[in-house]
C-alpha cells in the first residue's frame, strides 16, 4: 500500500516539474514585456549587434555574442588580426550554434544590462558555454539546448528581466 502511494507521489510531483522545465521557448518570447519591468527601465533601442532586440542565424554576429562570454578560442601571437581574420574568427565560433538573441535593457545606471540566448545543435555544447569564469558573474538560465545569460543584471531592472526569463519554459 505504501509503495502504491510513494509511486503516485512521485508521478503526481515530480513529472510536472520535469515538464514544466522541458517546454520549448522561442527567441521571441524573450523580450519582458513592458509591464514586467519596474519604472526606468526599458528596452534599449540599440546595440552593438544593431536593434535591440536582435534574433537571428547570422554566424557572424552569433560568433561575436558567444565569445564575448566564452570560451575564447585562442588568436595567434602577432600584428592584430585584419578584418578578414577577425571574419574567419567569428565564423569558428558560431559553429554549433543554430540561432541567437541579443537585448538591452536600460536603467537609471550607466551600464546596459545585457541578454544574450544561443540555442546549440548540442546539448554538450549548450552546457560549456559560457565559460566557468564568466558563470560567476553572470546568471545563467538554460532551457535544453536554449543557454540565457543576463549581465550587469545586478539591479531592479535587472532582476525583473531575469526573474522574467526564469518564468519561461514552464
Not at 132 to 140: G, N, Y
Amino acid at each position: 500500500m505504501h509503495q502504491t502511494f510513494a509511486l503516485i507521489l512521485w508521478l503526481g510531483v515530480v513529472t510536472p516539474v520535469f515538464h514544466a522545465q522541458s517546454r520549448p521557448v522561442g527567441l521571441q518570447e524573450l523580450t519582458a514585456p513592458p509591464d514586467r519591468l519596474p519604472s526606468g527601465c526599458s528596452v534599449a533601442a540599440n546595440g552593438p549587434y544593431g536593434p535591440s532586440p536582435w534574433y537571428g542565424s547570422d554566424e557572424p554576429i552569433l560568433g561575436k555574442l558567444r565569445a564575448g562570454f566564452g570560451p575564447r578560442i585562442p588568436a595567434p601571437d602577432g600584428p592584430p588580426a585584419s578584418r578578414r581574420e577577425q571574419a574567419r574568427y567569428y565564423l569558428q565560433v558560431a559553429e554549433g550554434i543554430e540561432e541567437g538573441y541579443a537585448a538591452f535593457y536600460q536603467d537609471e545606471s550607466p551600464n546596459l544590462i545585457q541578454v544574450v540566448a544561443l540555442r546549440f545543435a548540442t546539448g554538450d555544447a549548450a552546457e560549456a558555454w559560457p565559460s566557468p569564469r564568466v558563470r560567476a558573474a553572470v546568471r545563467r538560465l538554460a532551457y535544453g539546448s536554449l543557454v540565457i545569460v543576463v549581465a550587469n543584471g545586478d539591479g531592479a531592472c535587472g532582476r525583473a528581466v531575469a526573474d522574467y526569463l526564469a518564468g519561461l519554459g514552464k
